[in-house]
């Protein structure tokens, strides 16, 4: 998993079907000291996350696949936890 | 999912028989400040994209999911068209 900031969420009337009951997120990853890394990327949102948040996402098909109980939607990335706090003691 | 911009399309008459009737366009992904980068991608479409189009995109195996019974072997496809962000 990697820790991820939501920066909004993503307006589509015209997708797959399958995305139906999921609200899909617009993220981009962070370091635990909370700078952005790489590109923002869409994922599908099982934890009622909102903008701002620190969230935990993971990156695997199979695992969405899981999570969902489908293997009908094209994605493979899920937020799966909303992050209260990052620690970072060495 | 990844985001980009629909661009273009191709006209392949040789080509896979599971392309066959399906619309292959030209995507630029978009870059860290969510502008279109120097790079071009085929995308297989799915959400009837047009030029232009802000889009996203699956990539890998994922992106077979849609064809799900006739074995796309795409490695791109696209799957949603955006209207906006709430940002």
Known sequence: MILCKVLGSVYSTKKNKNFKGYKIMLVREITPSGNFKGKPFLAIDATDSGKGDTVLVIKDGGSLQIITKSKDIPENAIIAGVVDQVNLEV | ?87
Not at chain 2, 24 to 51: C, H, R, S, W, Y
Not at chain 2, 53 to 73: G, H, L, Q, R, V
Not at chain 2, 75 to 84: F, L
């Open chain 2, 1 to 87: 999912m990844l985001i980009g911009k629909v661009v273009g399309s191709v006209w392949a008459t040789k080509k896979l028989d599971s392309f066959e009737g399906k619309k292959l366009l030209i995507i630029q992904p978009f870059n860290e400040d969510m502008k279109p980068e120097d790079k071009f991608i085929v995308a297989v479409d799915t959400v009837q994209a047009g030029k232009g189009d802000i889009i996203f995109y699956a990539t890998s195996k994922e992106a077979a999911i849609p064809f799900k019974n006739d074995k796309m072997p795409a490695d791109a496809a696209i799957v949603g068209i955006i209207d906006g962000f709430s940002l």
